[in-house]
């Protein structure tokens, strides 16, 4: 819920022990300020790292990886070498990037992991990105590679479209709760379910948690309005913004499917992810969320070794098992 602007701030929650040091870096090495014409630079700087390569990808031969495109938006699809008999599981992954960085190799790597463990394929989805490309660019991209990942996609390359999960990290996340509005509301096919990770839902940046985490370092109220910047333009923030580009602006949450949402409690988007799953309850809907105690944004990738990183990770698979209805 947005919180009056004259209302005092209480301190944000500790970080996991495990967690605090790296927390405390990206605070030390993150820019106080963060703005739109800041985005090349931004690319530049995430350029700089390693790219994810053709050996990361096949991970020592695990998997057959395909570039292909969905109606015109590239896809990166992963099968594995060895597959069970018939139609695959089937993971359609939203990188997270703040509506303004990454591709389909970037972010693929973990749901490559699970996916692993559950036999299933991975469809990655490079969609178009802010402020080149402003709403409704990104989300009709993720609209028209699920309905490819159901349909054409799923003939291609053996891919069962009744086991298909909808798999979004940070922007990603709402991205995939945008497509699922927007295919629920054109009648067009939806997924099995919808696995949101840290989603970014609500433009307009003012509940108490982004005000607790202002100047975190870790994808903070100003980092986080740069990226609706770049998506919405003067908009964001605003009374018309749609709930294809917020989805925490969606007056009506029914007809989702179930959905697993997760997020830190020492991060921005607590409070409007954990509204968005109280209200889809509200609406007679199914949601399984964890807020994962001192935990930041993206801290079990950048401290995977914690007991609480691995604890969340551990839950993730449980519950794509559990959806897909396959054993363990």
């Known amino acids: 819920m947005p919180v009056p602007p004259d209302e005092p701030t209480p301190p944000a929650p500790p970080y996991d022990p495990e967690l605090a040091e790296a927390a405390a870096e990206l605070r030390r090495t993150t820019p106080e300020t963060a703005e739109v014409d800041m ?8 350029a700089a790292y390693p790219e994810v390569t053709d050996d990361q990808l096949t991970a020592d031969g695990a998997w057959e990886v395909a570039e292909d495109e969905a109606e015109g938006v590239p896809v990166l699809v992963c099968r594995p070498t060895a597959p069970a008999p018939g139609p695959l599981p089937v993971l359609c992954v939203l990188h997270g990037g703040g509506m303004i960085v990454g591709d389909c190799r970037q972010g693929v790597l973990d749901p490559l992991t699970y996916a692993r463990e559950l036999g299933a394929a991975v469809v990655s989805v490079g969609y178009r990105l802010a402020p080149e490309h402003p709403h409704p660019a990104p989300v009709e991209d993720c609209l ?12 291609a390359h053996g891919l069962d479209p009744g086991r298909t999960v909808l798999h979004g990290t940070s922007a990603g996340g709402g991205l995939a709760a945008g497509a ?15 696995m949101l990770l840290s989603p970014m839902l609500d433009d307009r940046n003012d ?12 994808w903070d109220r100003a980092a986080n309005a740069a990226g609706w910047a770049a998506l919405l333009g003067e ?12 989805p925490a602006r969606a007056r009506d949450l029914s ?17 409007e992810d954990t509204a968005f799953a109280s209200r889809v309850w509200a609406a007679g809907g199914e949601a399984e969320l964890h807020v994962w105690p001192g935990a930041f ?9 914690a007991r609480i990183s691995r604890a969340a ?15 363990g």
């Open 255 to 271: 007809g989702l499917p179930p959905l697993y949402l997760d997020v830190g409690s020492a991060e921005t988007f607590r409070d």
């Open 39 to 46: 985005v090349p630079a931004l690319r530049e700087a995430v």
């Open 313 to 327: 990770r551990a839950a993730r698979l449980g519950w794509l098992r559990r959806v897909l209805g396959l054993p």
């Open 297 to 305: 944004h993206g801290s079990d990738g950048l401290v995977p070794g």
């Open 207 to 218: 509940t108490l948690s982004a005000r607790q985490l202002a100047g975190s370092g870790v």
């Open 144 to 155: 028209t590679a699920l309905a490819w990942t159901l349909g054409k996609g799923a003939a």
């Open 180 to 194: 699922a509005l927007l295919a629920r509301d054109r009648g067009a096919p939806l997924p099995a379910a919808l």
């Open 235 to 246: 908009a964001a923030g605003g009374p018309d913004v749609p709930p294809y580009a917020a």
